[in-house]
Nanobody, 120 residues
Framework: QVQLVESGGGLVQAGGSLRLSCVAS????????MGWYRQAPGKQRELVAA???????NYADSVKGRFTISRDNAKNTVYLQMNSLKPEDTSVYYC??????????????WGQGTQVTVSS
C-alpha cells in the first residue's frame, strides 16, 4: 500500500519558520495532486495548500504570502515552507496525496500528522 511519512514539525516562536516534508512510498504508479491540511482542536480539517502534478498551486487565504508548497516528483516528496508563523497557525498538519496505483485506480492517502506549535 501507500505510506506518507511527514517530518519537520515542532515548536517555534511567532515570526519564525518551519519546513514540513512528506515522502510517499509504496504501490505508486503516479502521484497526482498533493497537499497539506491542518486541524486544530475543536475545528474541522481545512486545506492549507495544494499542488498539482503540473505544479499549479492553491493556498488558503490565511496563509497566502507566508507559506509555499512545492514538490519533487523524482523523490515523491511534497514540502511546505512556513514563514512568518502566527499563533493561529498552531495545529496538527496532515499530508495528503492522490495516487494512481498499478491497477489504475485513483485513491487518496493521508499522513499520520505532525504537530506545529507557534508561541506568542
Amino acid at each position: 500500500q501507500v505510506q506518507l511519512v511527514e517530518s519537520g514539525g515542532g515548536l517555534v516562536q511567532a515570526g519564525g519558520s518551519l519546513r514540513l516534508s512528506c515522502v510517499a512510498s509504496g504501490s505508486i504508479f503516479r502521484l497526482d495532486a498533493m497537499g497539506w491540511y491542518r486541524q486544530a482542536p475543536g475545528k474541522q480539517r481545512e486545506l492549507v495548500a495544494a499542488i498539482t502534478s503540473g505544479s499549479s498551486t492553491n493556498y488558503a487565504d490565511s496563509v497566502k504570502g507566508r507559506f509555499t508548497i512545492s514538490r519533487d516528483n523524482a523523490k515523491n516528496t511534497v514540502y511546505l515552507q512556513m514563514n512568518s508563523l502566527k499563533p493561529e497557525d498552531t495545529s496538527v498538519y496532515y499530508c495528503n496525496a492522490e495516487v494512481l496505483n498499478y491497477y489504475r485506480d485513483v485513491r487518496t492517502y493521508w499522513g499520520q500528522g505532525t504537530q506545529v506549535t507557534v508561541s506568542s
